[in-house]
């Protein structure tokens, strides 16, 4: 063999050109390769050259992704790809057909198919992309076509960042040479989301990791620096409640952040980093965005590693449906804040004031009477960035997997720790299960680890009575033991419903009175108990006369006819949270236990 290694080698010697294919030549030779251009950014448009090698003979097709790693609904990219150009490997130009929207189907190519486009790209956050003379933000599959027939296969990339522009490249891809990347397959390239801008970089170390933050803001390093340290902070804490960092592809993690006006707010986890998006600079918004941080970098355990069976393979030609999106989203929701309560960026006494609007939003909601944490969860392809025209009930009807699960992390953790056991321990549990041996779960998957950590009589009551059911926590004993207070003020009237300038701006609350006295979005109201209404009426002035369960009229607009109708009040069932003093000194070690750092 080694001889015969020594011959070919001699022979190519003899026959390569004097200029020679380089290293990145032939590694870009690969079936899916890519470069992408950004000349007309001030429109917007990015020009890409996609080259796929190795094609079976015959009908071949490429398309643009439907979805993105990380969101659950339909994008439909291809409505921003034009100035297609199809040719083979010898620069003949091919015809193509069109059997729906987002691909292309072509015959008689050579093994070798090139495409070339333009692509108009302005929305900056996780799951599209944006150009322009600020930065070329990209989301992948959004971005670049690709061949399905070619999935497994390596992927290149060389981007082309503009020079005048002081342009760098931020992206979890592989270094190839340069500025040429690469990704073993399409999930881990579709995953890769690019920054490439002016930005600043912090980086520290963490046993052995490298843990890196690319910023494109129009602050200060000053500002980045101590915007950095409080990362770390809340880093080192979510690493501790697993005992370890993930082990990170190339040894790296990278946030790729932009926090500047020209982008649209969010978060969107990757396997090894992650897109933070803000319109908010570090000077104003600093402490708002690292939250989203926060719950970002908890996610490369839980969702990233820690994965549902229901998500994998992704797929990039459909919406993508999980019933276990309460636990994945919504306990990451969970320890988003309570990560920076124990970081010390957050007061106990602020965080534990600030459970109050999800809780109210949860446990008030009538949409638990239509569907269970599992059921939500089905929802996400109808709200996580989908878009529709028509009227929806989702007020009625939908609770949002990230609240209610964050709502359910915290029951469950206040639960195990009056069982001297706690989420922390329960979650390392998973990951050691699940995560770290990348085995996807099921529900029953965590069930059962549940049943491991805590019992079966106390992992079945709390998923079939929370999970597989609708059932609210018995959450005023649980808050007691870690000294906060949970009292309604049912002495006080409620409405059901949302008023602007007289109007009412959202369907009535299912149950409520005003649902029950048949008002409904749109309707203005004009008189109620007599009192005459105007465009700055305070109806909480107006309540504050009537009590509950009383009987009032009300006179309202409907359709351009006046209506009378008598309405029943309701009384306020929204939750008041707040922190007890002087605790004992058992509450007071529960709460540390909780809420202190790890």
């Known amino acids: 063999m080694r001889s015969l290694i020594l ?5 190519c010697l003899v026959n390569c050109k004097e200029d020679k294919t380089s290293e990145t030549e032939l590694i870009t030779a690969g079936s899916s390769s890519y470069t992408i251009s950004f000349e007309n950014a001030a429109h917007h448009e990015a020009e890409i050259t996609a080259t796929f090698k190795g094609l079976k003979s015959g009908e071949a097709a490429f398309r643009m992704s439907r979805s ?16 297609v ?16 929207p987002y691909s292309w189907i072509v015959n008689n190519h050579d093994g070798t198919i090139i495409v070339n486009y333009t692509l108009y790209a302005n929305h900056g956050d996780g799951t599209y992309a944006q150009v322009d003379e600020t930065h070329a933000h990209l989301n992948m599959p959004a971005t670049f076509m690709y061949a399905p027939s070619l999935e497994n296969d390596t992927f290149n990339i060389e981007f082309k960042p503009r020079k005048d522009l002081n342009w760098k490249i931020a992206t979890q891809l592989k270094l190839v040479e340069g500025n040429t990347y690469s990704a073993d397959n399409l999930q881990y390239f579709m995953d890769s989301s690019t920054e490439i801008s002016d930005h600043m970089i912090r980086s520290f170390e963490v046993d052995g990791q490298k843990i890196n933050f690319a910023l494109h803001h129009n602050g200060t390093a000053a500002e980045f620096d101590d915007y950095f340290e409080k ?3 809340t880093i080192l804490q979510q690493k501790a409640v697993f005992g370890e960092l993930p082990t990170f592809d190339y040894g790296e993690y990278t946030f790729l952040g932009c926090y500047i006006p020209n982008a649209t707010g969010d ?30 970098f908890f996610h490369c355990w839980n969702v990233e590693r820690i994965r549902p069976q229901s998500l994998e393979p992704f797929n990039f030609e459909e919406a993508n449906m999980s019933g276990e999106l309460w636990f994945a989203e919504g306990f990451t929701s969970y320890y988003d804040d309570l990560t920076l309560t124990r970081a010390g960026l957050i007061a106990q006494e ?33 709200v996580d960035a989908a878009r529709s025209v028509d009227d929806i009930n989702r007020g009625n009807t939908f609770i949002s997997y990230y609240s209610y699960g964050s709502m359910l992390g915290l029951a469950l953790d206040l639960s195990l720790r009056a069982e001297n056991l706690n989420l922390d321990d329960y979650m390392k549990q998973v990951w050691n299960t699940y995560g770290k041996t990348e085995t996807y779960y099921t529900i029953a998957d965590l069930q059962q680890t549940l049943n491991d950590y805590a019992g079966a009589e106390f992992s079945d009551a709390f998923f079939n009575n929370y999970i597989y059911k609708s059932g609210m926590p018995d959450f005023e004993t649980l808050f007691k033991t870690v000294g906060v207070q949970l009292k309604q003020n049912t002495e006080q009237p409620a409405f059901g419903l949302r008023l602007k300038n007289q109007v009412i ?3 009535t609350m299912v149950g409520s009175g005003a649902y029950a006295a048949g008002l409904e979005k749109g309707d203005k109201l004009l008189k109620i108990d007599g009192i005459a209404l105007n465009e700055t009426s305070d109806l909480n002035k107006i309540l504050g006369t009537v009590k509950p369960n009383q009987t009032i009229d009300v006179i309202y607009e409907r359709f351009g006819k006046q209506r009378t109708v008598k309405l029943t009040l309701d ?4 939750y008041a949270i707040s922190s007890l003093d002087d605790l004992p000194e058992v509450t007071k070690a529960n709460r540390d236990a909780w809420l202190g750092s790890k």
Not at 68 to 83: D, L, Q, T
Not at 571 to 574: E, I, R, V, W
């Open 7 to 11: 011959l070919l080698s001699f022979l």
């Open 68 to 83: 993105s790693p990380g969101r659950y609904a339909i994008h439909e990219f291809a409505k921003n790809v034009y100035n």
């Open 85 to 100: 150009k199809v040719t083979n490997g010898k620069g003949n130009a091919l015809e193509t057909t069109r059997p729906d």
């Open 231 to 233: 990362v770390k902070k």
């Open 267 to 296: 978060g969107m986890e990757h396997r090894n980093s992650t897109i933070v998006t803000s319109t908010r600079s570090l000077a104003d918004g600093a402490d708002r965005n690292i939250g989203t941080v926060s719950h970002e």
């Open 350 to 382: 602020d965080y534990i004031k600030g459970l109050t609007g999800t809780f109210n939003y949860v446990w008030n909601s009538p949409g638990r009477q239509f569907f269970n944490p599992i059921e939500m969860s089905y929802q996400a392809p109808f």
């Open 505 to 507: 701006t959202s369907n």
């Open 571 to 574: 009384a306020d069932t929204s």
